[in-house]
């Protein structure tokens, strides 16, 4: 029983910055994991990063640490994906999910429900 938007997708040059929001409806978001994901043309669901619901447990991939920092508010059923020092091939749709689990979770099949995607396009 869990509603999410994204927001905060656009164009940006390499280098520039970028604020992904993901808001969340129904009280499964207290006790949740909640995870970004993105996708390219042609390619497969990735994993970017996930925040568990005490904030205690927080990963991204390889390939955004340094560069990306994921936060929630539990108060405003809010989370972000801050994203900085962005290149062009973080170009893709970002997706928002949310895992019922809670343990800190980086595959798709282990999230139970998905925003519709922003996208995120990094011109040279």
């Known amino acids: 029983q869990v509603q999410l938007v994204e927001s905060g997708g656009g164009l940006v040059q390499t280098g520039g910055s970028l604020r992904l929001s993901c808001a969340a409806s129904?009280?499964?978001?207290?006790?949740?994991?909640m995870g970004w994901f993105r996708q390219a043309p042609g390619k497969e669901r990735e994993f970017v990063a996930f925040?568990?619901?005490?904030?205690?447990?927080?990963d991204y991939t390889d390939s955004v640490k340094g560069r990306f920092t994921i936060s929630r508010d539990n108060a405003r059923n809010t989370a972000s994906l801050q994203m900085r020092s962005l290149k062009p091939e973080d170009t893709a749709v970002y997706y928002c999910?949310?895992?019922?689990?809670?343990?800190?979770?980086?595959?798709?099949?282990?999230?139970?429900?998905w925003g519709q995607g922003t996208q995120v396009t990094v011109s040279s």
């Open positions: 925040i568990t619901w005490t904030g205690n447990s927080i």
């Open positions: 999910a949310l895992s019922t689990r809670g343990y800190g979770e980086r595959y798709p099949s282990q999230y139970d429900y």
């Open positions: 129904g009280r499964a978001f207290v006790t949740s994991t």
